[in-house]
């Protein structure tokens, strides 16, 4: 069974910090990785893919994946009250098909 | 371009019966996902359709099926409903069999009774 662990939080974070947010997945053979934003209640928004090893940075994201560990971890700088949500960590399978997700964090960001 | 839609947005249902959810695909999008989000858990997969043919699909019985049309809508429906199938039913569409990045529409919250 193919699993993907995440702290489920609440990760509380003050305005204009770094949040940081794990996850871990068990399949060596994952080679996409993924972190979606989910507002309560909302469907799940692609803020971030990782392909390969090392750092990758969209703004105030950096997503961070370390194929080794099997741990890909997304850092978002200067945090605003409009990050406050949940964030699904998700991974594929070379050739396969489906997304396998984390159950979430949820990210508070305190004003 | 046009993001992903669904319908309906919400459904009340009452065990036994049936439901038909639909997605619309992202403009040049020729793949649809599916999937089964319950209250405070991740996503679970349900099937994926490329081209009209299902391409792979999840740990979900037979009552559930799909189908998509020339345009890469699609349909997922539902049989013999029960109370468990209470949960938000997402679609995404990407472009290409697998590895993609995948969009999700806003989804469909369907209630069993």
């Known amino acids: 069974q193919k699993e993907v662990e995440q702290n489920s939080g609440p990760l509380s974070v003050p305005e204009g910090a770094i949040a940081s947010l794990n996850c871990t997945y068990s399949d060596r053979g994952s080679q996409s990785f993924f972190w979606y934003r989910q507002y309560s209640g909302k469907s799940p928004e692609l803020i971030m893919s990782?392909?390969?090893?090392g750092d990758k940075e969209d703004g105030r994201f950096t997503a961070q994946l370390n194929k080794a560990s099997q741990y890909v971890s997304l850092l978002i700088r200067d945090s605003q009250p409009s990050d406050s949500a949940t964030y699904l960590c998700?991974?594929?399978?070379?050739?396969?098909?489906?997304?396998?997700f984390g159950t979430g964090t949820r990210l508070t960001i305190i004003p | 371009e046009t993001g992903v839609t669904q319908s309906p947005t919400h459904l009340i249902k009452t065990r036994g019966q049936q439901v038909t959810l639909r997605c619309s695909s992202q403009?040049?999008?020729?793949?649809v996902s599916w999937y089964q989000q319950a209250l405070g858990q991740g996503p679970q997969f349900i099937f994926q359709?490329?081209?009209?043919?299902?391409?792979g699909r999840g740990n979900f019985p037979p009552r559930f099926s799909g189908l998509q049309f020339p345009n890469y809508s699609s349909e997922l429906n539902v049989n013999a409903l029960e109370l468990d199938d209470s949960a938000l039913y997402l679609c995404?569409?990407?472009?290409?069999?697998?590895?993609?990045?995948?969009?999700f529409g806003p989804g469909t919250r369907l209630t069993v009774t």
């Open positions: 359709y490329y081209r009209e043919e299902e391409n």
């Open positions: 995404a569409s990407s472009l290409g069999e697998s590895g993609g990045e995948q969009y």
């Open positions: 998700a991974v594929t399978d070379f050739g396969n098909e489906k997304l396998t």
């Open positions: 990782i392909y390969s090893n």
């Open positions: 403009s040049g999008h020729n793949t």
